[in-house]
């Protein structure tokens, strides 16, 4: 035989799923809530997340352009930062806030650590918490042509009674994405059935958490308080979206229901004692910080040491 | 009952179909045959011939030099053309015997017994030796001294690797098949060795026929078993193989026998059987010949030394161009140049693909998804472990378990990112190997995935 064959190194076959079939599968995910969003909040809501996808998208392609590197928007990641930053953004925020927070996102949480798979932290959380302090008052305002009152979560927080099922439907006030537990929890039933995330962190987080507000949030294991802590705020978003971001979640199976109580009781701990009635973004991205911690008590024991038998 | 298997592993597509209901096929060789010294873990076998003579079908060729070492056989009859080093499967050049076939196929006479009865412990292990078996699941572990443990009272088990559990290979399911009376008795003669043990016959699911069969066979031996096990990658492997059957699990530093167990798979079982009860040396193997690039996928009994052109004429030679071929099954196998190499006692197959994987995917930046984590049936953490071979940080890679690694190839078959995980890995434990002196454990550890 003439020509020779190719020669590498054993397996000789890969499996079909790739880096961008994951991220196209997260975007999907994210359509649902998206799409509440913008039948809730009406076309602003439609122009925030155009122009925050475009940004961490455009960022990203510049960024690699300008240092002659290896063009990577094709791998979806920047549209799933876009769009989940614009998800956790109020429908009432200007659009340049959707392009300082996609700029911040992509370059400096992103792209100057080494870009994907890099960074420390969640990029579109960074990116919110950074918004957050920067514009405090922009980033707060919920007050849109649909609704006026506070969120639900601060309307718990000074007494006031919260109606449930709008709140799972998501018919109140909010940022774009967090308000419908129904269409966050739609995408990520879409995500666990293709194997893209599992429920180790979301589980444990959801349960940790209902178990702290329980302990200390003042009115026990009340179901419709415990029910509108669990549908209000970023908690389904975050636990579902944003805490399993692989980048930033420890790769051990034991770290990551670590991970996830740690997240819990952190969330637990900003809504009911911090000022403020949210905490899952600062929450997740502490969280994140203690990730290489939290996978070196966590390495597991390897298939046959110390002999174990199994039961 | 829950499904017998273990934590991870993977299910790829298992091309199994092509060539499963095809019998068995005889083939013999037209060309020159070629016999490495070096077929087998251990010290290579020293010629007894030299060039010029005329050796017969039996007639040994080679010996045992030293205690981990296994004689070989010529296959034909014919004359010594050369003693000089040939290209072998990895792509090494190893010294060989080159015999040219006169197509006589005259014969030794070889020393059957009527009964294992009739022969001590000492006699079956010694016919085992002196025959040349060798584990031929993939990697060649010399098999009469996995027959011969420390303390043989204390094997419990004795397993027969019927798993297949490698894509593409269906060697063993068609010798279940058509020849499953010689795999039973080859575990009845093991069974004689040690006293307390029972036999298992460990079948993947996705085989129901052989395992219909294999029970009807054994309905009457006190001894033998039959157990089904999920069909899944690396099913197979010994320390997984182990755990899946008898709950038992050992570590990489550990042999079967530290758990009780002694395992061996089906060509090599009925390898024992012809060695003890016939008297024959290891002489052939059952080869299979797949791929979409194969005009006639097919299982064939080969003669050890056989030209692999051969085989691909023998299964009609190719309709397409192949763009990649692999000794051995995809996941474990050895990607060759070309098919100007030698079968072996270790070849359990030969599949020409149309296209390659490795090649088409180019690797990009891992995210840290977790698949190789999840997937581990070693449980390890082959993102990390790989990070640590690419920065040579030894310390790293030793304190996170590099070397429990077996090396099967799931990690880079789910990584999304298309690392070569394995392959990183694999590069880094064999430095470390070098590193301590050592030659690799002697064992089989995930090389034996195939069987």
Redesign the interface.
């Known amino acids: ?1 003439s020509d ?12 079909k ?3 961008s ?2 991220m196209l599968a997260v975007v999907i995910a994210l359509l649902p809530a998206a799409g509440f969003g913008i039948y809730n909040f009406g076309i602003d809501a439609l122009i925030l997340i155009a122009v925050t996808v475009a940004s961490t998208v455009l960022t990203e392609l510049a960024y690699e352009k300008l240092m002659n590197k290896k063009v ?1 928007i094709g ?1 979806y ?1 920047a549209v799933v930062t876009g769009l989940l930053l614009a998800l956790n953004l109020p429908s009432t925020a200007p659009w340049w806030i959707g392009v300082i927070g996609g700029v911040f996102a992509i370059l400096v949480v992103k792209m100057l650590f080494g ?4 960074n420390f932290m969640n990029p579109a959380l960074a990116a919110r918490c950074f918004l957050l302090i920067s514009f405090t008052s922009i980033m707060t305002n919920f007050e849109c042509d649909t609704y006026t009152g506070a969120t639900p979560l601060a309307a718990i927080k000074s007494g006031e009674s919260v109606d449930i099922l709008s709140m799972v439907i998501g018919k109140t006030s909010g940022t774009i994405g967090e308000t419908s537990m129904i269409a966050i929890v739609l995408g990520a039933c879409f995500l666990i059935l293709l194997g893209v995330i599992d429920l180790r962190i979301p589980g444990s987080y959801i349960v940790s958490f209902v178990l702290f507000v329980g302990l200390f949030g003042g009115h026990g294991f009340d179901p419709a308080y415990i029910s509108a802590q669990i549908a209000g705020g970023g908690l389904m978003l975050g636990a579902f979206f944003m805490a399993t971001d ?2 930033t ?1 420890p ?3 034991n770290g990551q229901y670590l991970f996830g109580i740690l997240l819990g009781v952190l969330t637990g701990i900003f809504r009911i004692f911090g000022p403020s009635s949210e905490g899952v973004s600062y929450a997740i991205i502490i969280g994140n910080l203690l990730v290489p911690l939290i996978e070196k008590i966590t ?7 110390k ?4 039961a | 009952m829950a499904k017998l298997t273990f934590v991870g592993g993977i299910h790829p597509y298992d091309g199994k179909e092509l060539s499963k209901d095809k019998p068995i096929k005889e083939v013999l060789p037209k060309g020159d045959l070629v016999y490495p010294l070096s077929q087998h873990i251990g010290a290579p076998a020293t010629p007894v011939v030299a060039k010029g003579d005329r050796v017969l079908t039996g007639q040994k060729i080679a010996e045992a030099s030293g205690f981990v070492s296994a004689p070989i056989y010529a296959t034909v009859s014919g004359t010594v053309k050369a003693i000089e080093p040939r290209r072998v499967v990895t792509g090494d050049n190893v010294m060989s015997i080159v015999i040219e076939n006169d197509g006589e196929y005259e014969e030794v006479e070889y020393s059957p017994v009527e009964s294992a009865e009739q022969l001590s412990k000492e006699e079956i292990i010694g016919r085992v030796k002196e025959a040349g078996v060798v584990g031929m699941g993939g990697a060649g572990f010399p098999t009469f001294i996995k027959l011969s443990p420390k303390e043989p009272e204390k094997i419990d088990y004795v397993i027969a690797n019927c798993a297949e559990c490698e894509p593409y290979l269906t060697s063993d399911y068609r010798r279940m098949l058509e020849e499953p009376e010689k795999l039973i008795e080859g575990l009845k003669i093991m069974l004689r060795l040690f006293d307390n043990a029972r036999g298992i016959l460990a079948v993947e699911d996705n085989k129901p026929d052989c395992i219909e069969l294999l029970k009807t066979l054994t309905k009457d031996e006190t001894r033998i078993s039959v157990k089904a096990l999920k069909t899944k990658y690396p099913q197979g492997a010994e320390r997984q193989l182990i755990y899946a059957t008898t709950g038992r699990s050992i570590n990489s530093k550990m042999l079967p026998a530290d758990a009780g167990c002694v395992v061996n798979n089906v060509d090599t079982i009925v390898a024992i059987y012809h060695a003890v009860m016939l008297g024959k040396p290891l002489m052939n193997r059952i080869v299979t010949v797949t791929g979409d690039a194969i005009a006639d996928p097919r299982n064939f009994i080969v003669r050890i030394g056989t030209n692999y052109h051969e085989l691909v004429e023998e299964a009609g030679g190719f309709k397409e161009k192949p763009v990649k071929i692999v000794s051995g099954g995809p996941m474990m196998g050895f990607g060759i140049f070309d098919l100007d190499v030698p079968t072996t006692k270790t070849a359990s197959a030969l599949l020409c693909l149309t296209q390659d994987d490795v090649s088409k995917m180019e690797p990009s930046a891992c995210i840290n998804c977790g698949k190789c984590v999840e997937v581990c049936p070693g449980r390890v953490l082959p993102r990390k472990l790989a990070d640590f071979a690419e920065h040579y940080d030894e310390e790293a890679f030793l304190s996170y378990n590099g070397m429990e690694c077996c090396e099967c190839g799931c990690c880079s078959f789910v990584c999304p990112a298309k690392r070569p995980l394995t392959q990183t890995i694999k590069s880094m434990r064999k430095m470390q190997l070098a590193k301590r002196g050592k030659k690799p454990a002697p064992k089989d550890d995930g090389k034996k995935a195939k069987a």
């Open positions: 035989m020779l064959m190719k020669v590498s190194s054993n397996p000789h076959v890969r499996s799923v790739t880096t079939s994951i990577t791998d990641s870009g994907l798979g890099q692989y980048v979640r790769i051990t199976k390495l597991p024991k390897a298939f046959g040491m002999g174990g038998r199994r």
